[in-house]
T-cell receptor, first 114, second 109 residues
């Protein structure tokens, strides 16, 4: 299995609070992604990174920001959590850009916003 | 219309059965195609890539039909361990990878 960890694995937070999720990889892959997964939807891309300090928006980026200060770490921040952001969040990494090559996923973070 | 559509199922089949899933995609310029498998409350994992000429990996066969814009996954001799959700994944270029919502499969003894 690819070396990807996510923390925390579970979190319950209140509406309006900021939340930061962490993704850590030991594979030295250049590309990293944050997705959310909701019932009835496929995984949807929130933000992605193509290198240290190089990030861009995905399909559902409103209300989220990211940072990547080191190759191995990619942080996702919910600036002011809302109930619509209750979801399962997956981090992924890949050797090549986008979907050209396999994406390896972390174990996920289950976030509940009350 | 969703960019990638799958029958959500569930498909309930007995062990040893053959089962097939289809997935349609809307972007004719899509470049790469994959099937991922996701176990309950786990992360998705690549099952197989889908090549234009079709490809096989053991009991699994994937087909691509560009003219009709669909891909398929055939599972032969189903095992209990095949019970999972199967995600159709389409790469359309840049960083745009579209995941289908998945098809649930239950294999029963």
């Amino acid at each position: 299995d690819a070396g990807i960890t996510q923390s925390p694995r579970h979190k319950v937070t209140e509406t309006g609070t900021p939340v930061t999720l962490r993704c850590h990889q030991t594979e030295n892959h250049r590309y990293m992604y944050w997705y959310r997964q909701d019932p009835g939807h496929g995984l949807r891309l929130i933000h992605y990174s193509y290198g240290v300090k190089d990030t861009d928006k995905g399909e559902v980026s409103d209300g989220y920001s990211v940072s990547r200060s080191k190759t191995e770490d990619f942080l996702l921040t919910l600036e002011s959590a809302t109930s619509s952001q209750t979801s399962v969040y997956f981090c992924a990494i890949s050797e090549s850009a986008g979907g050209v090559s396999e994406q390896y996923f972390g174990p996920g973070t289950r976030l509940t916003v009350t | 219309r969703k960019e990638v559509e799958q029958d959500p199922g569930p498909f309930n089949v007995p062990e040893g059965a053959t089962v097939a899933f289809n997935c349609t995609y809307s972007n004719s310029a899509s470049q790469s195609f994959f099937w991922y498998r996701q176990d309950c409350r786990k992360e998705p994992k690549l099952l197989m890539s889908v090549y234009s000429s079709g490809n096989e990996d053991g009991r699994f066969t994937a087909q691509l039909n560009r003219a009709s814009q669909y891909i398929s996954l055939l599972i032969r001799d189903s095992k209990l361990s095949d019970s999972a959700t199967y995600l159709c994944v389409v790469f359309t270029g840049g960083f745009k990878t579209i995941f289908g919502a998945g098809t649930r499969l239950f294999v029963k003894a």
